[in-house]
Structures are given as C-alpha cells and as structure tokens.
C-alpha cells in the first residue's frame, strides 16, 4: 500500500517540476513561489517533525535545533567557498586577454550548488518515501495521514528541485535528471521499509540538518534573485502565498 501511495508522489513530483519549466517567462514569481515554499516546508512542517523526533537536548539546547543551525552553517560556508573559487577563477580570465566578449565580466554560475541542493532534495524525497512505509506499519490512519502530506508537498518538492538545479545554471537536460530522482524517490523509500527501520532519532536528526540548509538557500539566493530585477509586489504575494500553501497542507494532514 505504501509503495503504491508513493506512485501518487512520483506523479506529483513530475508535475511540480513541469510547472517549473513552463512559466519560465515569469521567472520571478517562479522563484518567489519556490522561496514560499521552501519556508513554509522548512519552519511548519520539517522543524517541527525535527524537534518531535529527534529526542534529547544537547547541552540545554535541543538537538534537532542544533542541527538546524549547522544545516544552514553548512550551507552557508559551501556557498561561500564556492564563491571564492568563482572568483579567482574570473580573475584568472580577466587576466587572459583571449577572454573578452559579452560574457566577460559576469559572474558564473555554480552548477555544482545546485546539483548538490537538488540532491538534498531527492535526499528528503527518500525520507519521505521511508516515513510514509513506516507510518503504514503503524496503522492505516497514521498512513493516510502521512501520505496525505507526502503526496501533496511533493509538488512543492517537484518544483523547488527543478527551480534549484536550473537557478544555478544546469542545463534542462540535468534539471528533468534530477527531477526525475526527486520523484522516483519517495517509492524507493517506501519499498526500502520492507528491509528495515529507521531510528526515529536519526530521522529527526537529518530533518533538522537539511531544514537549516534549505532555509539557508531560500534566504539568501532564492528570494533575493527573485527580487533582483523584478522587486514587484506580485512576487512578494507569491512567496507568501508559497509559505501560505504549505501551511494548508500542514492543516489538512494534521
């Protein structure tokens, strides 16, 4: 039953994607819905789960917090390293005089930053696949539940996961590859609850990690490239009717 409720995830997935790449000419909206909902994934559902499964606190703070800051640390000093590569290497080509054009000068893209967030992406899909089998295992409420809230954020899944991976410069070709394994991954998840169990507090662990580090990419590239050329109030509408969106969902599975 598991399995075959993921397949509704596999096809939400895919259809969250293609709305990605069909409204390309209203990119900012595009972006300023995915940063909607990334927040409204990260502070309403992925903390929350967080800080109910991840168990004890740590040195009076509690271990699924922690983890959320150094999810978002971690993002942070990937980006920044990144960052510094790209501009020793534009110096490098400033340097060079065969490099002119109307390329030269622009600041390139990173198409590993977004290969790696896509991959937390299909990373969190997997997740999701491997809750909604173990909720099964407890009940056939407790799945319903679940997959209610599976099936229907794994649009907003689709279509960060697309968005993020093109945002830094991929091409479509990798874009649809890494969609493709977002969606595929919620039913690999869910068969793999055949074989074993996951820990509950390894689970709130990692949801407290990757929720830092999601925040961290809408925050500080998602919203902002969004409003970098187009600071329109139908962008901002759009984010907030992102993080509005999720927090139906949350209220519908709950």
């Known amino acids: ?10 096809l939400m ?9 069909r409204v390309t000419d ?9 940063g909607g909902l990334m927040l409204g994934v990260v502070g309403l559902e992925l903390l929350p789960e967080a800080m109910e499964a991840a168990g004890e606190e740590f040195l009076g703070v509690h271990r699924a917090l922690l983890l959320f800051v150094g999810g978002f640390l971690f993002a942070h000093v990937v980006e920044r390293l990144l960052a510094v590569r790209r501009a020793a290497h534009g110096a490098a ?3 060079d005089p065969h490099h002119h054009g109307r390329d030269a000068g622009r600041p390139e893209r990173a198409p590993e930053v977004g290969l790696t967030a896509a991959s937390a992406m299909v990373l969190h899909s997997l997740m999701d696949g491997i809750a909604l089998g173990a909720a099964f295992q407890v009940g056939g409420g407790m799945g319903a539940t679940v997959a209610l809230a599976v099936i229907t954020h794994d649009f907003a899944d689709g279509f960060n996961t697309y968005t993020l991976t093109s945002l830094y410069g991929n091409d479509r070709r990798r ?3 890494m969609l ?14 055949l074989l074993f169990t996951l820990p509950e507090e390894l689970l709130g662990s990692y949801l407290g990690f990757f929720g830092g580090a999601l925040l961290y990419l809408a925050a ?6 969004a409003h970098h ?8 509408l759009c984010t907030v009717g992102g993080a509005g969106f999720i927090w139906l969902v949350v209220a519908l599975a709950g």
Not at 1 to 10: E, K, Q
């Open 175 to 177: 874009a649809f590859a």
């Open 220 to 225: 500080a590239e998602i919203l902002p490239e």
């Open 229 to 236: 050329e187009h600071p329109a109030l139908s962008t901002l």
């Open 13 to 21: 997935t895919l259809f969250g994607g293609w709305t990605a790449q």
């Open 26 to 34: 209203r990119r900012h909206l595009v972006l300023g819905l995915a």
């Open 180 to 193: 493709f394994a977002d969606a595929v991954a919620p039913v690999v998840g869910a068969a793999s609850t």
């Open 93 to 95: 080509d400033a340097d």
């Open 1 to 10: 039953m598991a399995v075959f409720v993921a397949l509704g995830a596999f």
